[in-house]
């Protein structure tokens, strides 16, 4: 029955991932069977803990991740956990014998999102985004590498850099959330309150540089995993691309979208270009 238990904490993740974000549970559906449930476990893991520090105001945070944090650990000795999205996550963890060290840095991201508010030196700010997104990209890269080390560690640099670019894209979009709602700055030597256009373009050309880092590693994934990270970099580029041409008082004052209608041209002109091999 462990195995019925096992599937039903997968299809839990897996709706956790198409709650929550819909251009990653398209871009996860052009994974690879043999490897796209997995992607689903490690997302339904961090958007778990993310939700805990970003959205349960009326909650007793602290303690909330104390816990969470407790049955994680306790899920990935015993194998197993009454908490699906972790008893999905452990699995994957275990399988593909994913370094606890990123789990690690992780979780000290997340509780620094309980507290700090101002991310003032490079080191900081580099930091934080190496534990909330540098190392979820190289969690899934474990996955896409199927346990081949000599891969995992030649696409490692790429794989930081893409988690990077996403995370710097979100909070870029989410300026008005974090800055105004949770208080919380992460880009150091930028004043939220005087935010112009040169600081947009500063930003901006910083995750341009990533991107391109990033891109160097897609073309080298495995092909089960080559399709879907592709997709996502498109979505991002986008999104990107809609926050260049957006006045800085706009970003100020409004989240960007990118409507579904083109989400979905986005990933048709993808597959297009995948299929005829012209990435």
């Known amino acids: 029955m462990k195995k019925l238990f096992d599937q039903v904490s997968e299809d839990c993740s897996k709706i956790v991932t198409n709650s929550y974000s819909t251009s990653f549970s398209l871009a996860t559906k052009m ?84 507290d700090k508010k101002v991310y003032a030196t490079q080191k900081e700010y580099e930091s934080y985004i190496y534990g909330s997104a540098d190392v979820v990209g190289l969690m899934c890269l474990k996955v896409f590498v199927k346990g081949d080390e000599k891969k995992y560690l030649d696409l490692q640099a790429p794989a930081m850099a893409l988690g990077s670019a996403f995370q710097k894209v979100n909070f870029l979009r989410d300026l008005k959330d974090d800055f105004q709602g949770l208080n919380r700055t992460y880009f150091p030597s930028v004043n939220f309150n005087e935010f112009d256009e040169q600081s947009k373009s500063k930003i901006i050309k910083e995750i341009e540089a990533d991107f391109e880092h990033a891109m160097i590693g897609i073309f080298k994934l495995p092909t089960e995993a080559q399709f879907g990270v592709y997709t996502a970099y498109k979505y991002y580029s986008k999104l990107l691309k809609k926050l260049k041409k957006t006045p800085s008082v706009q970003i100020q004052n409004a989240r960007i979208r990118v409507p579904n209608y083109q989400k979905m041209s986005i990933f048709a002109s993808s597959y297009l270009k995948y299929r005829l091999n012209i990435l």
């Open 31 to 114: 994974l690879h069977p043999s490897i796209r449930n997995h992607i689903y476990n490690i997302y339904g893991f961090v958007r778990f803990a993310d939700e805990i520090v970003d959205s349960f105001h009326n909650y007793p945070k602290g303690p909330l991740l104390d816990r969470f944090e407790e049955d994680l650990f306790y899920s990935l000795e015993h194998k197993i956990s009454l908490n699906p999205i972790l008893n999905s996550f452990q699995n994957t963890v275990n399988t593909f014998a994913i370094d606890l060290e990123l789990i690690h840095a992780f979780l000290r991201s997340m509780r620094w999102d309980l």
